[in-house]
């Protein structure tokens, strides 16, 4: 199945993708957004969540970006599926992360 397909497996607002990233559905799994006041809370939640997942390492930097490979490196036509996908799982946390934050938090 291709990259771009429908999810594989889906289940308590998170979904797993054939190519092996997770979406998190975080206004599914965590009831209240982050306000001023639950900070404390908030974030125990959240690393617990992204720790369960296995995608603690995109936030606090124990799972760096791959170096891309130069084009020269690759096969002809071919893509850096390692880099690619690894940028991808990133800003699919950094949404997960955006859903959960009440709008007075929102970049603006």
Same mark, same amino acid.
Do not use: H, M
């Given at each position: 199945m291709a990259a771009d397909k429908v999810p594989a497996n889906v289940s308590?607002?998170?979904?797993y993708l054939d190519n092996g990233l997770i979406y998190i559905n975080s206004a599914a799994i965590l009831?209240?957004?982050?306000?001023?006041?639950?900070?404390?809370?908030?974030?125990?939640?959240?690393?617990?969540?992204?720790?369960?997942?296995g995608?603690?390492?995109?936030?606090?930097?124990?799972? +760096?970006? +791959?170096? +891309?490979? +130069?084009p020269r490196k690759r096969?002809?036509?071919?893509r850096d599926t390692v880099?690619?996908?690894?940028?991808?799982?990133?800003?699919?946390?950094l949404l997960a992360i955006l859903t959960s934050l009440s709008e007075e938090w929102l970049p603006r």
């Open positions: 308590a607002g998170t979904t009831s209240v957004k982050l306000t001023t006041t639950n900070y404390s809370g908030r974030r125990a939640q959240f690393k617990a969540l992204l720790r369960g997942y995608l603690i390492g995109y936030v606090d930097g124990s799972k +760096p970006c +791959p170096v +891309p490979l +130069p096969r002809s036509g071919s880099y690619e996908l690894w940028k991808r799982q990133d800003q699919l946390v």
